[in-house]
Nanobody
Framework: QVPVVESGGGLVQAGGSLRLSCAPSGRDFVSYAMGWFRQAPGKEREFVAA????????YYGDSVKGRFTISRDKANNTAYLQMNDLKPEDTAVYYC????????????????WGRGTQVTVSS
């Protein structure tokens, strides 16, 4: 059973927006930091954003700062990634992840991963 399930990916024109969701599947992630990574074809996995478990502090990769916003709804245990001003270089499979502490998550040392959702940005 996949512990987290991503949704919200799709095809969008450059300059458009998408909102990704990451919902738990059979597990409570209230005590975990949650975050997003992405991987484009032929490229390494890239850290996108993370949100801490305690106070909701957020962290972003340099390429998405000012355009993407991560948030979480503890009531339904769901994390979100609002992506604005999308660019063709944002095209990738986006993966949701969870880790016990945000420092581990930022470096990709995650306890749980989703299967990913495709985001394609056309020029």
């Amino acid at each position: 059973q996949v512990p987290v399930v991503e949704s919200g990916g799709g095809l969008v024109q450059a300059g458009g927006s998408l909102r990704l969701s990451c919902a738990p599947s059979g597990r409570d992630f209230v005590s975990y930091a949650m975050g997003w990574f992405r991987q484009a074809p032929g490229k390494e996995r890239e850290f996108v954003a993370a949100i801490s478990r305690k106070d909701g502090t957020t962290y972003y990769g340099d390429s998405v700062k000012g355009r993407f916003t991560i948030s979480r709804d503890k009531a339904n245990n769901t994390a979100y990634l609002q992506m604005n001003d999308l660019k063709p270089e944002d095209t990738a499979v986006y993966y949701c992840s969870a880790a016990t502490i945000v420092i581990r998550l930022e470096r990709g040392d995650c306890d749980y991963w989703g299967r990913g959702t495709q985001v394609t940005v056309s020029s």
